[in-house]
């Protein structure tokens, strides 16, 4: 049974830099990873945040171009998020996914997704 199973998540001040890692276990074989955002305190929609495929292209969100960097260690399956220059917009449970594209490349449609991690909480103060 595949588990993806995020860890890193804290509290931090405006400016601060976090780092978030996912171990994907149970046989994960997906093409495409990435993490999503949502932050239930203010009622938004879950986000896509950053995507990375098996030959390593990334995707980002404008909102984290530059400040974060997505990257995937294989064989291990191990994906991370490094976050830099943290924003209070920032905030809100994060989350890992995996699967598949619908077309030729990874994006952020949640349906390609068909693996998610339970989230792990980032909280930026100002």
């Known amino acids: 049974q595949v588990q993806l199973v995020e860890s890193g998540g804290d509290s931090v001040q405006a400016g601060g830099s976090l780092r978030l890692s996912c171990a994907a276990s149970g046989g994960f074989s997906g093409f495409c990873m990435g993490w999503f955002r949502q932050d239930t305190g203010r009622e938004r929609v879950r986000e896509w945040v950053a995507l990375v495929d098996r030959r390593g292209r990334t995707t980002y969100a404008d909102s984290v171009k530059g400040r974060f960097t997505i990257s995937l260690a294989n064989p291990r399956h191990t994906l991370y998020l490094e976050m830099n220059s943290l924003i209070p917009d920032d905030t809100g449970m994060y989350y890992c996914?995996?699967?598949?594209?619908?077309?030729?490349?990874?994006?952020?449609?949640?349906?390609?997704?068909?693996?998610w991690g339970q989230g792990t909480q980032v909280t930026v103060s100002s």
């Open positions: 996914a995996g699967g598949w594209p619908a077309g030729d490349h990874c994006t952020g449609w949640e349906d390609s997704y068909k693996y």
